[in-house]
């Protein structure tokens, strides 16, 4: 009979009731439990980590005209209707950057709707000498594939260099360069523009 009962036994000795107590094995479990939590809940961080993510979104269509009669309404007159896209060229499909960098390199890329008889107020003016465009050679580049199904088939474009010289004039929103191409029949204007920024 243990002397000293109600205080718990050595390991290897017997209990009250004769059972054995256990101790070591317990204070073990116990570390193990206390050591390998922290342990898997790293490597369950670090697997989820390096895990690859869902693919982000390129760039979105957008309809808003704030922006865009802002940059051509000097030049072209109101846009009642748009689809476009703007974005760095040099940043990964899906980066989150809105805010041109040093020598940022901005896209501004769509296909606007100008008032009625606003496409051939345009053309008309002599000094631009508008020249319609051949078929194969209607688009300045192969639009972004969000943009296809607003570009009408069949559209005869017009292209002038002068035009795009005078709308392309440097301003407050960087130095750019590119086309327009204005369809009379529809009165839209298909813009492909590269915006720098120094």
Excluded: C
Excluded at 109 to 115: D, K, S
């Amino acid at each position: 009979m243990d002397v000293r009962r109600g205080q718990p036994g050595q390991p290897g000795q017997r209990g009250e009731r004769g059972e054995q107590v256990r101790r070591g094995r317990v204070d073990r479990r116990r570390f193990l439990l206390i050591a390998g939590v922290p342990l898997l809940a790293v490597g369950a961080g670090t697997a989820y980590a390096v895990r690859p993510g869902p693919a982000r979104p390129g760039p979105q269509v957008r309809t808003d005209l704030k922006p865009l009669n802002a940059r051509f309404g000097p030049y072209m007159g109101t846009l009642v209707e748009a689809h476009w896209l703007g974005y760095d060229i040099d940043e990964p499909p899906g980066g989150s950057r809105t805010i041109p960098g040093p020598d940022s390199r901005i896209r501004l890329v769509g296909v606007a709707r100008l008032t009625a008889g606003g496409a051939a107020a345009v053309t008309g003016r002599a000094e631009y000498a508008f020249t319609p465009t051949p078929t194969a050679a209607a688009a300045p580049s192969e639009p972004p594939a969000p943009l296809a199904p607003y570009l009408p088939a069949g559209a005869a474009w017009q292209h002038s260099p002068q035009f795009d010289a005078h709308a392309n004039q440097g301003g407050a929103d960087g130095n750019r360069s590119g086309e327009y191409l204005f369809d009379t029949a529809r009165d839209l204007v298909r813009f492909d523009l590269l915006y720098v920024y120094t």
